[in-house]
């Protein structure tokens, strides 16, 4: 009598095995997405911050001044001069209504704008500091502030405040 052949299949175990093996490898792998997700989004913050220097900058060349004679920083929202100068909502500052920045909804992981201030990646607010008497000194924050802890030697700082570091976007014109 012939013997038996067990049939071909998998076992329970080796079933368990072949997931506990995957679970390993995804653990592994999350760190480094994560990683490159982070990347992604301070990445898209620093382009934020380098468009919103050169709008200004922009704007300056265009009208022969800044969109702003506030020395103190400024929160880029709706209800900031330089924010609506530079998406042309204000004739008095912008009178040939040129578009110096666009901003898109806010989307997550993107930044955007969100309850009419416009944020980085991260949801935290913009700030814009302007040199608004041409001492050639803007009084900007180095430590993801709202205040100005610093000054530097340009017309136009920006920067997001997040207080994490490694978050942390700037860009001097």
Known sequence: MPALK???GFT????LVVIAIIAILMTLLFP???SALDAAKKAQAKNDVTQIATAMVAFDT?????PSANPAP??????AAPYNALIASNDSLNPRKIIFLEVL?????KGGIS???FVDPWA?????GVDSDYDNQVGVSTNGGTASDSTIMKKVGVWNNNPNKRQQVRSWD
Do not use: D
Not at 74 to 79: C, I, Q, S
Not at 105 to 109: C, I, L
């Open 12 to 15: 329970v175990i080796e079933l």
């Open 6 to 8: 067990s049939p071909r």
């Open 62 to 66: 265009e009208y022969g001044r800044l």
């Open 124 to 128: 935290n607010s913009y700030y814009v």
């Open 32 to 34: 480094a997405v994560q």
């Open 105 to 109: 909804s806010y989307k997550r992981g």
């Open 115 to 117: 309850n009419g201030i």
């Open 74 to 79: 400024e929160e880029l929202n709706f209800g």
